[in-house]
């Protein structure tokens, strides 16, 4: 059971510091890590996880409180190119990184 977000604005390198908190866990416990993390992307990571759940539910008849997160990673998505003018006549380069975020889930045991 999978589920993907994509286009998420924030960098890959923060959105793998939390997942690499959730992988191998259950969902229970993956839930209540991700309530307690201080970082932005940890909603985003909740919502998906919450998706993944739904459609195994939903789609292979599971019990939500019986899977465990198997995978659970996030790949660079296009980046925002910006510009912010500077002195003397310059301009300097913003980039705002997006991200695709995905979780697999799987039965424990």
Same mark, same amino acid.
């Given at each position: 059971?999978?589920?993907?977000?994509?286009?998420?604005? %924030?960098?890959? /390198?923060?959105?793998? @510091?939390?997942?690499?908190?959730? /992988?191998? #866990?259950?969902?229970? &416990?993956?839930?209540?890590?991700?309530?307690?993390?201080?970082?932005?992307? =940890?909603?985003?990571?909740?919502? @998906? $996880?919450?998706?993944?759940?739904?459609?195994?539910?939903?789609?292979?008849?599971? $019990?939500? &409180?019986? $899977? #465990?997160? &198997?995978?659970?990673? =996030?790949? &660079?998505?296009?980046? @925002?190119?910006?510009?912010?003018?500077?002195?003397?006549?310059? =301009?300097?380069?913003?980039?705002? /990184?997006?991200?695709? $975020? %995905?979780?697999? @889930? %799987?039965? #424990?045991?």
């Amino acid at each position: 059971m999978r589920a993907q977000a994509k286009y998420v604005r %924030t960098s890959a /390198r923060k959105a793998r @510091l939390v997942c690499d908190h959730i /992988r191998g #866990k259950s969902v229970d &416990e993956a839930r209540a890590i991700l309530a307690f993390t201080p970082r932005a992307v =940890a909603k985003d990571w909740a919502k @998906l $996880l919450n998706s993944a759940v739904a459609n195994a539910e939903h789609n292979h008849e599971l $019990l939500g &409180e019986d $899977l #465990k997160v &198997e995978a659970a990673f =996030a790949d &660079e998505g296009p980046t @925002l190119k910006r510009f912010q003018p500077r002195a003397m006549g310059r =301009a300097t380069r913003i980039r705002k /990184r997006t991200s695709h $975020l %995905t979780i697999t @889930l %799987t039965p #424990k045991g």
